[in-house]
């Protein structure tokens, strides 16, 4: 794959046009990817493991052709696995994963994906709004369009957000009331950031080895990897599905426009006194398969009605929790992979990738952005 450009998450025309903000952006994607790829190499220079099978499209891609689409997208649940059912005895811990949140307090959801519930004086749900926009692309717009913040949080969240609201002294506060304890304007767990999953991505086109044999196995080899979280849906399932197109000799990289999406939700089994309401999910930002933001509320005349979220149940279940909408949202990533299979690395041991790039092996693009690395899946 080649660009000539990086376009925000979801192809969400955010910039208006501005060509400044495009070329802003592109650079500032470039530079994550650049980092990356400069971990990597060194890593692999050290360790005699090869060359880097993953590529900036921006300044180094490859016209060659690639795999078909579909065979790069990689998906997982949206629900938080670390709070998941265990087995009999064991439910899934819905309440756990949703606390009452209080203001500058990040979210427990890690897979991506993170919710806020609105409930009425009453404590029955209103609505609940899932968001999987990263953290860095709100930064990225706090610093460089911060009036095309506000209206995002005046828009999706409240009109009455103000500047004051979320620059306090100046500076974008992303764990602002009104994306912490009033909504979810965008993600707020430290590792939900696109910086994490270039890195990830990057980081799994590493092949890996324990006393001479190969991994080849999604939980052994993140374990060994150290990319992520073995806890989670998402990065063991990236790695594995990177690093079976790695271990294929294939170069890799990720589809522009880079992001987490919301791929689709299942609303089979959601009822309304006896009807079906799994129609009730709308995505509002973005759409199927690069959904960005999506509430589920009941139609006016059904509010009108005196009905609530609360109302709606699940295969006979009462919906008690945001969670378990969560449960049938499906997220993706979409990694782009060459046909051709000409690369012959050699697996190397375990241990993480440093995230801080030594000079004499740093790429010579690479941007200052490696304190966003630190920051990625751990």
């Keep these: 794959m080649q660009v000539d450009h990086f376009d925000p998450p979801g192809n969400i025309d955010d910039f208006g046009g501005d060509a400044n903000l495009k070329n802003l952006w592109t650079r500032e994607m ?31 891609g490859r016209t060659a052709p690639d795999l078909a689409p579909s065979l790069g997208d990689i998906p997982w649940n949206g629900f938080p696995k670390r709070f998941a059912s265990t087995g009999p005895g064991h439910p899934t811990r819905f309440a756990d994963a949703e606390p009452s949140r209080v203001t500058g307090q990040a979210r427990l959801q890690d897979e991506y994906l993170e919710w806020h519930v609105n409930r009425n004086a009453a404590g029955k749900i209103v609505s609940i709004h899932f968001t999987c926009e990263a953290w860095d692309y709100f930064d990225f717009l706090a610093e460089h369009a911060p009036t095309k913040i506000l209206q995002l949080y005046q828009t999706f969240i409240n009109p009455a957000v103000t500047r004051a609201d979320l620059f306090p002294g100046g500076s974008y506060n992303r764990l602002n009331k009104w994306n912490t304890a009033l909504g979810a304007m965008h993600l707020t767990h430290s590792a939900n950031n696109l910086g994490a999953e270039v890195f990830l991505a990057a980081s799994a086109t590493v092949r890996r080895q324990n006393q001479g044999v190969e991994l080849t196995h999604s939980i052994p080899l993140i374990q060994c990897a150290g990319y992520g979280d073995d806890k989670r849906n998402s990065d063991p399932n990236i790695g594995i599905a990177v690093n079976n197109l790695a271990r294929q000799g294939r170069m890799i990289t990720l589809a522009n426009p880079v992001g987490l999406y919301m791929s689709g939700f299942d609303g ?111």
């Design 30 to 60: 470039s530079g994550m990817f650049e980092d990356s790829v400069a971990l990597v190499t060194q890593f692999l220079h050290i360790h005699n493991g090869g060359i880097c099978q993953f590529y900036n499209p921006f300044t180094h």
């Design 268 to 378: 089979s089994g959601l009822t309304l006194n006896g009807q079906p309401a799994g129609g009730f999910f709308r995505v509002v930002r973005g759409s199927f398969p690069r959904a960005l933001r999506a509430v589920y509320e009941l139609p006016p005349a059904e509010g009108g009605a005196g009905h609530t979220v609360s109302d709606i149940t699940i295969g006979g279940q009462a919906l008690e929790f945001g969670g378990q909408l969560a449960e049938r949202i499906t997220m993706h990533l979409f990694g782009i992979a060459s046909v051709a299979q000409d690369v012959h690395n050699s697996p190397v041991g375990c241990g993480p990738i440093p995230t801080a790039v030594a000079p004499a092996h740093a790429a010579p693009a690479a941007v200052a952005h490696t304190t966003r690395l630190l920051q990625a899946r751990i």
